[in-house]
C-alpha cells in the first residue's frame, strides 16, 4: 500500500492565483481529512469528509474548497491565494471511528507570494 | 468541545536521561488520546494511543503514557532518551461528537543533548 499520498511536495504561488492540492490514499478509509500546520498553532483542521459525497468545514475553512467523488481522493482547492495561507498541508485519512489513529500524507509546502 | 494543551513548547534533556512531555485534554465525552510524532519534513505518525482499554499505554520506540482522568492528563514518557528521538511531538483528542474531530495540541518540540 501507499497509504496517503499527496502531490505536489512544494509550490510557489502569487497572490490571487488558485491550485489544487491533491490526496490520494488506498487503505478504503472512509474519514479524510486537510489540515495546515503552522509554527507554534500545531495543526488546524481545515475540512474533512466521513465518505464520498459529504463534507464538513473544520476550524480553519475559508479561502478554501473541498470535494469528495470517490473514496480514494480528496483535493483541496485555494480559490484565490492569499499570503497568509503560506503554509504546510497535510492530508489524513482514518477508519470511520475515532478511536482509530489517522495517517499522514507527507505534507505539501505552499509559499503564497 | 475537545481541547488540548501541551505545556511547553520546548523540551530540552541530555542523552539517557528521562523524557516527560506534558499534555492536558478537555473533552465533553469520553476522549481517545493520542500521541503523534513528526520528524523534519515528514508527516505525522502515531506513537501511542488511548482507547480506554487500559490506562497505561505502550507505544512505539520505548514510549509510554498514562491516563489519568482525575488530573485530565496524557503525559508521554520515555526512561531514557536518545539522539534519534530529537522531533517535535504532538498529542491529540479525537471523540464522535456529531461527527467525527481530533483537535491537536500545539506540538512540542524535544531536543536531545549529547
Known amino acids: 500500500n501507499a497509504g496517503v499520498t499527496q502531490t505536489p511536495k512544494f509550490q510557489v504561488l502569487k497572490t490571487g492565483q488558485s491550485m489544487t492540492l491533491q490526496c490520494a490514499q488506498d487503505?478504503?478509509?472512509?474519514?479524510m481529512s486537510w489540515y495546515r500546520q503552522d509554527p507554534g498553532m500545531g495543526l488546524r483542521l481545515i475540512h474533512y469528509?466521513?465518505?464520498?459525497?459529504?463534507?464538513d468545514q473544520g476550524e480553519v475553512p475559508n479561502g478554501y474548497n473541498v470535494s469528495r467523488s470517490t473514496t480514494e481522493d480528496f483535493p483541496l482547492r485555494l480559490l484565490s491565494a492569499a499570503p497568509s495561507q503560506t503554509s504546510v498541508y497535510f492530508c489524513?485519512?482514518?477508519?470511520?471511528?475515532?478511536?482509530?489513529?489517522?495517517?499522514f500524507g507527507p505534507g505539501t509546502r505552499l509559499t503564497v507570494t | 468541545a475537545q481541547s488540548v494543551t501541551q505545556l511547553g513548547s520546548h523540551v530540552s534533556v541530555s542523552e539517557g536521561a528521562l523524557v516527560l512531555l506534558r499534555c492536558n485534554y478537555s473533552?465533553?465525552?469520553?476522549?481517545?488520546l493520542f500521541w503523534y510524532v513528526q520528524y523534519p519534513n515528514q508527516g505525522l505518525q502515531l506513537l501511542l494511543k488511548?482507547?480506554?482499554?487500559?490506562?497505561l499505554v505502550k507505544g512505539i520506540n520505548g514510549f509510554e503514557a498514562e491516563f489519568k482522568k482525575s488530573e485530565t492528563s496524557f503525559h508521554l514518557t520515555k526512561p531514557s532518551a536518545h539522539m534519534s528521538d530529537a522531533a517535535e511531538y504532538f498529542c491529540?483528542?479525537?471523540?464522535?461528537?456529531?461527527?467525527?474531530?481530533?483537535?491537536f495540541g500545539a506540538g512540542t518540540r524535544l531536543f536531545v543533548k549529547a
Open positions: 489524513a485519512s482514518n477508519h470511520r471511528d475515532a478511536s482509530y489513529e489517522q495517517y
Open positions: 487503505m478504503n478509509h472512509e474519514y
Open positions: 469528509s466521513v465518505g464520498a459525497g459529504i463534507t
Open positions: 473533552s465533553s465525552v469520553p476522549p481517545y
Open positions: 488511548y482507547t480506554s482499554a487500559a490506562t
Open positions: 491529540a483528542v479525537g471523540a464522535y461528537t456529531g461527527g467525527f474531530k481530533t483537535i
